[in-house]
Structures are given as C-alpha cells and as structure tokens.
C-alpha cells in the first residue's frame, strides 16, 4: 500500500485527543445527535464541534444533519481504511536481515 504522509496523518490526528477517542466510544452503540454527545462530555458546543469536525475530516466518522441537529456515526469505510493505514505503517518491509550503522568510533 503507497501511503500519502498526510492523509495518513490527518487520519491518526483524529485518534490523538482523549475527548475524540470518548466520542469514538459513544458512537460505537450506534448514530448519536451532538446534543446527546453534549450530554455525556464535559465540553461546550464550539469545542464538540472542533472534535467532531476532525473526526469528520478524518473519514472516521460521517455526519448527517436532521433539522438544526447533526446526527454522528462511525463509518466503516473510515475504520477499515485507518486500520489499513496502521496495518501499512506497521509492518515490517524487511528481508529479516538486521542492518547495523557501520559508523567507525
């Protein structure tokens, strides 16, 4: 797999706050509206809202509006691809051979 730096990145940036990682567990039961999300954070409105749209650009969650209201939901297609994205960034692409730094002391 031939990664681009930084989707990659924007891609681990949504897994990097503790806040975000609690709204990937509470999206994990199911499509949430923001105000439910609200209801469990101790965050504001502006602050949700920052979270959420890293998480949106990301590709690990999907928004859908219903009326004033934004309704939030994991999206598989995100999932799958920020494991791939970790699968790649993961694995080893060596022969098994280790290398050594042959810098003369």
Known sequence: MNLDEKKTAVV???FCDENRIHILKLLKTG??????????LNITQPTLS?????LCDSGIVVGRKDGKWTHYSISADGAARAKKYLDAITSTDH??????CNKAD
């Open 31 to 40: 499509e949430k509206c923001a105000c439910k999300l609200l209801e469990e």
């Open 50 to 54: 920052h979270h959420m749209k890293i």
């Open 95 to 100: 022969d098994g051979k280790e290398t050594y």
């Open 12 to 14: 681990f940036k949504a």
